[in-house]
């Protein structure tokens, strides 16, 4: 399976990044880096271009006419396309764009309380049969039985909703942490590693450890209270991977 993404925020850098695992993408851990990713994976072949476009902001609020001016003129075959914080009108128009160079998937993450305009664009994905999802934030993003191109890239990337083995010693600490399912920007890594010698017991303590190296990484969603979480996307983020931890803990 390739990719491609579209993208105007750091969430776009970072997924490429975290794909690619080239040797400094992830420095969060300064001189105790220990290389954990190293050898692990790496796409880099089959991410097959990624386009960066301005700020939502800083265009004009209706784009008539996208095509000749903001999106790419050429767009290389793929089966997915990642396109992350680009403006409603454009992305109205990429369906009918990406169709042309075989996508058969767009992934929508939701980093920001940003308005999307979710049933049109799902309108159009199908009628141009293309699968859809809006995960919010991308850390969320699930291997759906319904959306089997979606499914497909989950598991061959290795990316999405954090899934993670947990290896307790005889003190009842967290001896080692084996990433199963990164969040896509890698995240899930750093706090794997931070979790050492934490007490499975001591609740708390592991709570308090997950947010922290949570938090510093640091997660790219935003700290904007959400309407339809009722809290910021960057806490559901935390709640997403503790809640990885704790399943692995059962």
Request: proline letters at 6%; charged letters at 30%.
């Amino acid at each position: 399976m390739e990719q491609i993404e579209i993208y105007s925020s750091d969430l776009g850098k970072r997924v490429i990044g975290n794909l690619i695992n080239y040797s400094t993408f992830c420095i969060s851990c300064a001189d105790a880096c220990t290389h954990c990713k190293e050898g692990k994976y790496g796409f880099a072949d089959r991410v097959k271009g990624f386009f960066e476009h301005p700020d939502p902001s800083l265009l004009p609020v209706f784009i008539e006419d996208s095509t000749s001016e903001y999106l790419p003129n050429e767009i290389p075959d793929a089966d997915i396309a990642i396109v992350s914080e680009i403006h409603n009108d454009l992305l109205l128009e990429l369906p009918l764009i990406l169709k042309d160079s075989g996508i058969k998937a767009m992934i929508v993450p939701q980093e920001s309380s940003a308005r999307i305009a979710i049933p049109q664009i799902e309108e159009v994905c199908k009628s141009e049969q293309i699968e859809i999802i809006f995960p919010k934030p991308f850390c969320d993003l699930q291997p759906l039985d319904d959306k089997p191109v979606i499914r497909k890239f989950v598991e061959e990337f290795g990316i999405g909703r954090p899934e993670v083995r947990v290896e307790v010693d005889r003190r009842g600490r967290i001896a080692h942490i084996e990433v199963l399912r990164s969040a896509p920007c890698g995240s899930t890594w750093f706090v794997a590693k931070q979790l050492a010698g934490v007490e499975v017991e001591n609740r708390q303590e592991l709570y308090d450890r997950i947010s922290e190296s949570h938090h510093s990484y640091p997660c790219t969603a935003s700290m904007e209270k959400d309407r339809e979480l009722g809290d910021t996307i960057l806490h559901k983020a935390g709640y997403i991977v503790r809640a990885a931890v704790e399943e692995a803990l059962i």
